[in-house]
């Protein structure tokens, strides 16, 4: 699904990503954990391709397709889906217009005609359903005046409407008390099969008790310092992240 | 991609205008200049009574005492005033009764515009008063609006049929003496709209008008006149566009409203003329006067999204007459390039419980000045008016400025005056969001700016609120890649 290879990329000239590898099939949920200031949310940003971020060498791949040619909203065409740490407001425009203007954006990339009114209110009560959101906040301005459990539900809907190839989700259990994070994971539970993949990016173990990953890898200071399964994360949360440091 | 600003900034500058064709229709054109026997000659080829010939001249005698004003926040050349013809019709017979009387040229103009009549007689409650270079060439629905005895159509023909409320009621609201622009108005108007609305009558369809500015170098000068009478309803529609002009192109028009008691007139305006090039170059002047009267419980509601023109000085308004009489004012100002606009509103509270509501949106990009400026003044006698105004400005890049001049006068102290002032700009975090669900920046734009503009967006008429909305992304948008 995705290939990393090698990957080094800048913001304003300071180098953040260092060198990552990392290797995802479909059907498969990673998980990259490390302190604050290791490169997570970068990583995340990079993939895709916010051009805040220069890429300095290496590459990635989407089913094989080399993403530097593609820009961001090409890449989301392709099948990448960013939930982001911190979604930004748009006045007077509300979740179900945005929703409607992506998935119509989307269909047209691939030369389909919009998707039929109808159906199209049909799925978003099913996946509204499946984050347990009520119609009322579907006429709501997007993300404005948004807590952050509704903020991190809204992105989640959005990911269940455009049933991306590749999922990530920045820091998603940021901000989350624990209902609301068994609401969003379930919701992503749900979004699983075989030929998708996610990839969870997260300081806490926390939310992988709910979203468990078959891979997990740390990164520290740019690099993946160590990769394993799940018990890996359990490792962490009694440990800290002191001695990963001293494994870099 | 995301973009910075410095690439929002060059994308929005190089938008060319949609609209730019030029339709080559014979047309009957006087020789450039102005004195009074102009003005005579204009009232005699449209057969005007004396009363009228008369009310022009003494105009046109006032207005030569006047000066242009230049308190408005707007810099150009202005225009020579004896450079200008100041009449063109089409050369045709008498009126059209169908389609196919019309000549195949204008029905083309129209179907570029994407407003042929064709679907505009299908789009059913709405009857088009079309105005091309000063003269109505086609109307429709006519006959179904004079069964519940609606008057719709053209002021020349108004003047001749119904002489007895044109004369009452013209210049009662925007006297000749009134401004400028105003006084030239009424010595020279071509042409326009008059619309009458029985008592007791609500208009069951919306009453539309084109506008268009066709002849190079004729300036227009429309003047329209509606009078909703007792507890009668209409809504009104305006739109317009122009072809593509190197030299300046002049627009200066007077429209009146008057409602009678417990009388409701909406006006709405969508303004598309030609802005200029990205250099400035060209562009239509909009000096425009517009100002309703409101009677006795009676309610008048602007609401204009303007996207056009060169310069801009417009300032749509109520006087708030009778007690318990309702002003609203709903806008939308969008200028891009070199564009400037001065505009607001005037909201005059003389009666007693008055109340009047302002929302504006003002959207400036490229190197474009956007200004609001409202007055709202409340008289000693208008005991407990009421007014709230809102004026939010969007910023696009950094070349671009938004101004608000907000002038609140008040003499009685029971009044209520509030006000509330916003200014945002468009974030590359914004524009990446969307990218990264697949929406592309210039649909971005389109839908950030749409969300900005929706409260005043819903206050139009559904077929018109989808037109403006096209053309606001029409306006602000580049081609990307």
């Known amino acids: ?248 | 991609m995301s973009y910075t600003e410095e690439e929002l900034k060059k994308e929005l500058e190089t938008k060319e205008y949609e609209y730019g064709f030029y339709t080559d229709i014979e047309s009957e054109t006087f020789p450039k200049g102005l004195n009074a026997d102009i003005v005579r000659q204009i009232s005699l080829k449209k057969g005007e009574p004396e009363w009228m010939t008369q009310w022009r001249l003494e105009a046109f005698e006032a207005w030569q005492k006047m000066e242009e004003p230049d308190w408005a926040n707007v810099n150009y050349t202005k225009p020579n005033l004896q450079d200008i013809s100041y009449y063109s019709a089409p050369k045709k017979k008498d009126q059209y009764k169908s389609l196919d009387e019309v000549d195949p040229e204008l029905l083309e103009t129209f179907n570029k515009l994407g407003i042929s009549l064709e679907e505009q007689k299908k789009l059913a409650g709405v009857a088009v008063d079309i105005v091309m270079d000063s003269v109505s060439v086609a109307t429709t629905f006519k006959e179904t609006l004079a069964e519940k005895g609606i008057i719709f159509c053209s002021i020349s023909e108004a003047i001749r049929e119904h002489p007895e409320l044109v004369k009452k009621y013209i210049g009662s609201v925007v006297p000749p003496k009134d401004n400028y622009y105003a006084g030239l108005n009424s010595a020279v108007f071509s042409d326009g709209s008059f619309c009458y609305i029985p008592k007791g009558v609500r208009c069951p369809m919306e009453l539309s008008t084109y506008f268009r500015i066709n002849q190079a170098g004729t300036g227009q000068f429309e003047r329209t006149l509606v009078i909703a009478d007792e507890k009668s309803y209409v809504s009104y529609l305006e739109g317009c566009t122009a072809p593509s002009r190197d030299e300046n192109q002049l627009h200066a028009a007077v429209v009146e409203l008057i409602a009678l008691d417990e009388a409701e007139i909406k006006y709405s305006t969508v303004q598309n003329w030609y802005p200029g090039d990205s250099q400035g170059k060209g562009g239509v002047f909009n000096f425009v006067t517009k100002r309703g009267l409101c009677h006795t419980r009676s309610k008048i509601s602007w609401t204009q999204v303007e996207t056009g023109s060169a310069v801009t000085w417009k300032y749509p308004s109520c006087i708030l007459k009778g007690d318990y009489s309702i002003g609203e004012f709903y806008s939308i100002a969008v200028t891009n390039n070199h564009q400037q606009a001065d505009t607001g509103t005037k909201m005059i509270h003389l009666g007693k419980n008055t109340r009047s509501t302002i929302i504006s949106k003002g959207i400036s990009a490229g190197k474009s000045q956007n200004s609001y400026r409202g007055l709202v003044q409340i008289s000693s006698r208008a005991k407990n008016a009421r007014n709230f105004s809102q004026c939010d400005s969007l910023l696009m890049g950094n070349a671009c400025g938004a101004h608000t001049f907000p002038y609140i006068e008040a003499k009685n102290n029971t009044a209520q005056i509030e006000h509330e002032a916003t200014t945002s700009k468009i974030g590359e975090d914004q524009i990446f969001y969307c990218n990264q669900r697949g929406i592309d920046t210039e649909k971005a734009i389109a839908l950030i700016v749409n969300g900005f503009s929706k409260e005043v967006l819903n206050k139009l008429p559904m077929e018109f609120a989808v037109e403006a909305q096209k053309l606001l992304e029409i306006s602000l948008e580049g081609s990307v890649g």
């Not at chain 1, 889906?81 to 007077?92: K, N, R, T």
């Not at chain 1, 009520?134 to 991190?152: A, D, T, W, Y």
């Not at chain 1, 990911?159 to 992503?188: C, F, H, Q, R, W």
């Open chain 1, 1 to 248: 699904m995705l290939t990393i290879e090698n990957l080094h990329a800048q913001v304003e000239g300071k180098p953040i990503l260092k060198g990552i590898d990392l290797d995802i099939k479909p059907g498969e949920v990673h998980a990259i954990m490390g302190p604050n200031g290791s490169g997570k949310s970068t990583l995340s940003s990079v993939v895709a391709g916010n051009e805040d971020y220069e890429i300095t060498e290496g590459k990635m791949l989407l089913k094989g397709q080399d993403l530097a040619e593609l820009s961001a909203e090409e890449r989301a065409h392709a099948g990448i889906f960013l939930s982001f740490q911190y979604p930004v407001e748009i006045p007077g425009v509300s979740v179900t217009n945005f929703i409607k203007t992506a998935i119509n954006a989307n269909r047209k990339a691939k030369g389909l005609e919009d998707y039929p009114a109808g159906e199209l209110l049909k799925k978003i009560r099913e996946k509204a359903k499946l984050l347990d959101i009520e119609s009322k906040f579907l006429s709501r301005s997007l993300n404005e005046g948004f807590s952050g459990g509704e903020k991190k539900r809204n992105e989640i809907f959005q990911m269940a409407m455009l049933e991306p190839a590749l999922a990530i989700l920045d820091e998603t259990d940021s901000g989350l008390d624990i209902d609301a994070l068994k609401i969003v994971a379930n919701g992503v539970n749900k979004l699983r099969n075989k030929d998708n993949a996610i990839l969870v990016i997260t300081h806490y173990q926390r939310l992988l008790d709910y979203i468990v990953p078959d891979f997990v890898h740390v990164l520290f200071d740019g690099k993946i310092v160590k990769s394993g399964t799940k018990e890996l994360a359990f490792e962490l949360e009694e440990k800290g992240y002191d001695w990963i440091k001293e494994l870099a």
